[in-house]
């Protein structure tokens, strides 16, 4: 039995490892194409002014903004929002519309954060298995937190500089992990601008920006600006598959009043109203909101930013949110059966505390299946950053770089150390004790008994 056992045990393996080969090399082959939509996010003219000076946030938050920087966000862990939507899992799936195409087809798209401007100018540092993990994906979004410059970087635009500038090369050394997949970069963030100040409506910055991305690297959509070659909605293609939308935008932004008119994708911009004409139109059949915004150095989303990604997200909505700007991990939650990650964190951030350190990477598979919904499954890794080196690990592992963190996301986020292996309550563990005693109750008076017939 025990070679039978074996034997068995060796095809398992074997199956399991030409299971997961196969399933790569489904992911890489699949062919993405952009495609011309007929929509567009306009400019409201709505836009009202935030923030106080070079800050995005208005004078009442600043204190409480200085406070968690200071402290590593250690009191900002409550759930003072109230916020009782259900706890996302660390992996499973979720039900959407049925994915137009092929049964089988799709791809896998992968969420990297915020991408953070270094002060030592060292790019990072990418360990395997982050590296295969960028390796495995067809679609990688990423929030370019910082204005691209083919020249020299200037002066004083790094260390403890609020206004930001890094060289492409800084940017290539992401890309490089997988150049042959699409590669989605972000400019909506609250640093667009930090080389485009010379008036109200100087975009000089943005616009060599967008267009050093595109000629540095080949397989880059630039998302979130309405500047040409920019797109203010993006429509992917997959060959034989579904039809992928994504929109990105900021709520955010340092200096707003002065750059607030500027054609950037603003929270103002977005109203659900505007997301379900563009799924319509666009004919998406997965849509994919990506902003930038909440507060930062902040562990738990802010009771506005819940209300907006909720209203945004549904079936005829964007089917996720993943939310970049605080910095720091916060919880994510399920609405109308779509997951919302209400921030990732960081892909790498040379300055910053532990809690800028660890960042989360979603991860999304989409499959066209013949079932009348489709199933969209999900995993969230974990990445942890040393200096310019950049790990994925496992929450449960030992001789993590920063376990303080690790306690912390136990209690902000629990349901990410449910054991699915391990499923049973404890009124339900009380019940089959019970029931365990009570039977060997009744076995010990049956055998009583007998004795004493006899």
Known sequence: MSDLGGKLMNIVRTAGIVLLFLHAQISMEAQISIVNVPCVVPLSSHRIARGIGRSPYPWYVLPRYMFNYVTNGRFSCGNHEKNNDTLLLPQGSFTVSPLVGRAGAGAKIVFLGDFMVSSSG????????????????????????????????????????????????????????????????????????????????????????????????????VIGAGVHPAKSVLALQVADGPRIGIIAWTQVMNCHARHKDKPLVYGEDITPELIQSIKKEGGFDFLIGFPHGGEEQRCQPLLADTIKWKSLTGPLLFDVVVATGPHVIQPAHTHNGRPILYSIGNIFSPRGMSQTKVGCIPEIQLR?????????????????????KISLFELTDTGVWYPDIVARLRKTWPTLFTDPRVKVSSPVLKAGLTAVALGLTAYISYRVLQTYKK
Request: proline share 7%; charged share 15%.
């Open 368 to 388: 066209v299946s013949t079932e009348s919904s489709s199933q969209c499954s999900y995993k969230v890794h974990f990445l942890q950053q040393k200096e310019q």
């Open 122 to 221: 060292q790019p990072p540092e990418l360990a395997p298995n982050i590296a295969s993990l960028i390796k495995s994906a067809n679609i990688i979004v990423v929030n370019i937190e910082s204005p691209v410059t083919d020249g020299p970087v200037k002066p004083g635009r790094c260390g403890t500089s609020l206004k930001f500038e890094m060289h492409i090369d800084y940017v290539r050394s992401l890309y490089e992990a997988n150049p042959q997949a699409t590669w989605v970069l972000s400019v909506a963030n609250n640093h667009a601008f930090d080389t485009s100040d010379a008036t109200p409506h100087d975009i000089t910055g943005l616009q060599k920006t967008i267009d050093v991305l595109h000629t540095y690297l080949p397989n880059v959509q």
